[in-house]
């Protein structure tokens, strides 16, 4: 069975940091490119970052570039991201998203590309 499970979420004050952790089993988890989603109140899932099978390849969207940083640790089979100079509109529910290929070479894939498998989420928040 596929799990994926996101966590390291709470409460921060603008311009603190966080960082998210996706433990995923059930699946070769080397072999698979993921993102992360985001869901704030009221609003529709917007991709945030992807990364690649091997980490080499990562995309940002534009609203998180230079902020926001994934990795990954394949040998704990966990995702992460790094979130940094955070502020309200960062305020949502954060997904890991586990992809049906290995990698690709632009944020669109990434972004678009068909998922198989989400995790239950983990609510980050950014309030004074």
């Known amino acids: 069975e596929v799990r994926l499970v996101e966590s390291g979420g709470g409460l921060v004050r603008p311009g603190g940091s966080l960082r998210l952790s996706c433990a995923a089993s059930g699946f070769d988890f080397g072999d698979y490119a993921f993102s992360w989603v985001r869901q704030a109140p009221g609003k529709g899932l917007e991709w945030v970052s992807g990364i690649g099978f091997d980490g080499r390849r990562t995309f940002y969207a534009e609203s998180v570039s230079g902020r926001f940083t994934i990795s990954r640790d394949n040998a704990k089979n966990t995702l992460y991201l790094q979130l940094d100079s955070l502020n309200t509109e960062d305020t949502a529910m954060y997904y890991c998203?586990?992809?049906?290929?290995?990698?690709?070479?632009?944020?669109?894939?990434?972004?678009?590309?068909?998922?198989?498998?989400r995790g239950q989420g983990t609510q980050v928040t950014v309030s004074s």
């Open positions: 998203t586990k992809h049906d290929f290995a990698t690709a070479s632009d944020a669109f894939t990434f972004s678009a590309g068909e998922t198989t498998h």
